[in-house]
């Protein structure tokens, strides 16, 4: 007996692909036998890591996606079923943050996160799901995953953030409307609430005097690394996940158990 990590005839997309968590969650299924479909605006790092993936083994395509618009959604999802087959896992990770307090937001501060963050996420499940449960509806025993990758931000305000926290608590609140509307359909919607991971994107910051003091203030005094929610990720997009839904799970070490 063991959790499945065999992930072959899967297809997965993968959001936010480019880079950080993103890049590493491809890996990860890709490891473990999926064929994965990378996903963001930044085209020539996805090719990148669809040779990095390749080289190892995997199966890797690339589309182009700018999820702050509607069109450029539907194209890739489009695109992506064409290059690879009907996408069986989306891993809903584009995110963009900034740092500055709420009196400063400016409207195209407040729009360029909640675009990304919600809307985009919002729009790419909504696009995906539409085909899963077209495909359901022929096939009930099929199963689908949409993992959404929220943040413990969505569940505890952090300072210097807080558009970023809303933004992560609307994600939340999305998981759960999904899970009840399309469970039925054998779409297990979940959501993934990482805590300080260090990826190349903020690296030099955790490693600053402002960072470590930052990190000092943690239950075990460590940022996570990108590899550290492999386990979960493979359990969420997996077919032993099949009575998780609408599980919203913190990847945090303790940070909010402060």
Same mark, same amino acid.
């Given at each position: 007996m063991g959790i499945e990590v065999n992930f072959e005839g899967k297809i997965a997309?993968?959001? !936010? $692909? =480019? =880079? !950080?968590?993103g890049a590493r969650f491809a890996k990860v299924l890709a490891q473990a036998g999926a064929q994965v479909v990378l996903a963001s605006r930044r085209t020539e790092r996805l090719k990148e890591l669809r040779a990095e993936i390749e080289a190892d083994g995997g199966a890797a395509h690339v589309v182009s996606l700018d999820v702050t618009d509607f069109a450029s959604i539907k194209s890739a999802i489009a695109h992506a079923e064409t290059e690879a087959g009907p996408i069986d896992i989306l891993v809903n *990770?584009? !995110? &963009?943050?900034?740092?500055?307090?709420?009196? /400063? &937001? =400016?409207?195209?501060?407040? $729009?360029f996160? #909640? /675009?990304? *963050?919600?809307?985009g996420a919002f729009f790419v499940a909504q696009q995906t799901a539409k085909r899963m449960i077209a495909r359901a509806k022929g096939d009930?025993?099929?199963?689908?995953?949409i993992i959404n990758i929220a943040s413990?931000?969505?569940?505890? &305000?952090?300072p210097q953030i807080g558009v970023y926290c809303m933004s992560k608590a609307g994600v939340v609140q999305m998981t759960k409307a999904m899970a009840v509307e399309w469970g039925k359909y054998n779409i297990n919607t979940n959501a993934i609430c990482p805590g300080y991971i260090s990826t190349e994107i903020n690296e030099e910051y955790f490693a600053s005097e402002q960072g470590q003091?930052?990190? /000092? #203030?943690?239950?075990?005094?460590? $940022?996570?690394?990108?590899?550290?929610? /492999?386990?979960?990720?493979l359990l969420l997009a997996g077919e032993d996940s099949h009575f998780i839904n609408g599980a919203i799970i913190s990847a945090d070490d303790g940070m909010l158990a402060m």
């Open positions: 997309l993968i959001t !936010g $692909a =480019s =880079s !950080g968590l *990770n584009s !995110g &963009v943050s900034n740092t500055q307090r709420l009196v /400063d &937001v =400016s409207p195209e501060d407040y $729009a996160v #909640m /675009d990304t *963050n919600l809307r009930p025993k099929k199963q689908h995953r413990v931000a969505g569940l505890r &305000v952090l003091k930052l990190v /000092d #203030m943690l239950p075990r005094k460590r $940022a996570g690394k990108p590899e550290d929610l /492999d386990g979960l990720l």
